[in-house]
């Protein structure tokens, strides 16, 4: 393995990854699904860190979170109440144990090519879906990763890996066409105006304004709009 490049070395790490968690999940924002796909066993691994989350005490607070897979953007929430959006799979402790055991009897007669949705039971005015697809035994969830499949794949037989440079060249030629602004150091622009539309900027607060009361320690207040506290900052010419 003294010969990998770095990239292929970091494709590995993702293989395995995915491997370690037991699934594969995407997240689909025009059919409004989070899709999971995996082997029944695999999928179990849903199930199982669900009751994980559950059991640990350090989820016990509201906007007690944790992050899963190699890409991170799957989250799971405490939260009061039950739900799942384009942020976070979330709700009280006791309804993320009851989708733990959903996800269970969904999968106990569940048969390779199934899609079983998990959203009435759950949470029926959730935004999105939870859906499974459902695999058979020998399915890798590696495979499902657009990153890796057809390109550098590792393999699970051992330290081998699949070259495939026209992939490398094709994720080059995409980049090439990323758009790029150049400004002169000290003159840089928060402004996303030209990338985002208003509801896009104030969905992007919403998650920030969560972690920022996590890191503060403190609890998310309650009150209306017209109780929150204010300060009036005058002027020294007034």
Known sequence: MSGESQEQRALQATSEDWRALGFHYERDDEAREWRFTGS???????????????????????????????????????????????????GPLSSLERLAHLVAERLAVARPGERLSVREEFAPASPYSLVLFVQGDDFDPASADPELRGG?????????LTDMEGDSAERMRQRSSWPVKRVTLGQESDDLSGE????????????????AWRVAGLPIPEYERKDAPSRLVRGTGE
């Open 196 to 211: 985002t539309t208003a509801a896009d900027r104030i969905a992007m607060m919403w998650p920030l304004a969560l972690e």
């Open 152 to 160: 550098l794949v590792a393999t699970r037989a051992g330290d081998t």
């Open 40 to 90: 029944r066993s695999g999928l179990l691994g849903l199930r199982d860190l669900l009751i994980a989350y559950v059991r640990d005490p350090g989820h016990a607070a509201v906007s007690e979170h944790e992050h899963y897979g190699p890409y991170l953007y799957f989250e799971v929430m405490t939260w009061p109440e039950a739900g799942l959006d384009a942020h976070a799979l979330r």
